[in-house]
Nanobody, 124 residues
């Protein structure tokens, strides 16, 4: 069972930056895609970004975060990151990392393992 632990969330002012981390443990050799999702109160979980794992680099971003967020990976550390810049109040949500035994994708149903989430609040 792959286990995922997020960290790095917090309170930040609009226009600020945060970096989220997702540390993976267990049989990560079975993972081919990892992603970030977020869920705001009263809303459905939505795709943020995804990256390939154990494969050549492939990146996907939601339109709402393109140019502001950057997803990256460090396979040696079994860690994925999400660098978030130019944050907006509408980015406020619980951010989840997820791992898939298939290629990276934007649908939550395509992911097999999930972290517990980390809160990001963008407010002045």
């Amino acid at each position: 069972q792959v286990q995922l632990v997020e960290s790095g969330g917090g309170l930040v002012q609009p226009g600020g930056s945060l970096r989220l981390s997702c540390a993976a443990s267990g049989p990560t050799f079975s993972i081919y895609g990892m992603g970030w999702f977020r869920q705001a109160p009263g809303k459905e979980r939505e795709f943020v970004a995804a990256v390939s794992w154990n494969l050549a680099s492939i990146y996907y971003y939601a339109e709402s975060v393109k140019g502001r967020f950057t997803i990256s990976r460090d396979n040696a550390k079994n860690t994925m990151y999400l660098q978030m810049s130019s944050l907006k109040p509408e980015d406020t949500a619980v951010y989840y990392c997820a791992a898939s035994q298939r290629l990276p994708q934007s649908q939550p149903s395509g992911y097999n393992f999930w972290g517990q989430g980390t809160q990001v609040t963008v407010s002045s």
